[in-house]
Each structure stands twice: as structure tokens, then as C-alpha cells.
């Protein structure tokens, strides 16, 4: 079992720049990959970042850039540093953990955190 926790959303205006965190737990957890979700009013969830134990990283286009994904074992932490927000990047996000090898299918993803509000206005 993982327990995820994130935090750091808020309210931003276009430019701004905010961070995530996400607090994870449970045994063997810092084998997992993880990656960052979102899931804006009347849209599907979509991935869009993932880093696996190693520390490979992968990006949606949309946050190729801007965004950057990383984990500190030593304190148990998933970040997603965001840089540059957009309007579009208004939407609920939510961190996640797989056990390994890891997939970039959120269907294969086991574990949820309750997700963080980030809204930007322009």
C-alpha cells in the first residue's frame, strides 16, 4: 500500500509559477514511478509528467518546458515545479504512484492522492 498526500495549489495569475508536493508512504514506496495527472472542468484526466525510480522523466507536450517533475526519496516527496502558467493549466491535479517497471497509462496507476487545486488567471 501507498498513501499519497499532495499539496501547493492555489490561485495564480498567467506568468506566475507555483510549486507541488506530494508526501508519499508505505512500504517499498520510493520503488514506485510516479507521475503528476490533472483533470480540468469538463475534460478528461490526462498525464502529464512521470518520473520513474531511476529518475527518467517524461512530459506531456503541452508542459514540455515549463513544468519540470522530480523526487527526493530522502524526504519521501513527488515535486512538480511549474513555471510559466498558463489559463489552460487550470485544472485539478493529482499525483500518483505505479509499482514497477512503471507505465505511462494512468489506468495501470494504483494509487491516488485527493488532488490540489491550481487555477490561473489571466
Known amino acids: 500500500q501507498v498513501q499519497l498526500v499532495e499539496s501547493g495549489g492555489g490561485s495564480v495569475q498567467a506568468g506566475g509559477s507555483l510549486t507541488l508536493s506530494c508526501v508519499y508512504s508505505g512500504d517499498t514506496a520510493s520503488r514506485y514511478f510516479m507521475g503528476w495527472f490533472r483533470q480540468a472542468p469538463g475534460k478528461e484526466r490526462e498525464g502529464i509528467a512521470h518520473?520513474?525510480?531511476?529518475?527518467?522523466?517524461d512530459y506531456a507536450d503541452s508542459v514540455k518546458g515549463r513544468f519540470t517533475i522530480s523526487k527526493d526519496n530522502a524526504k519521501n516527496t513527488l515535486y512538480l515545479q511549474m513555471l510559466s502558467l498558463k489559463p489552460e493549466d487550470t485544472a485539478m491535479y493529482y499525483c500518483a504512484a505505479v509499482s514497477p517497471p512503471g507505465s505511462l497509462n494512468q489506468r495501470d496507476y494504483a494509487y491516488w492522492g485527493q488532488g490540489t487545486q491550481v487555477t490561473v488567471s489571466s
Open positions: 518520473i520513474g525510480s531511476g529518475g527518467s522523466t
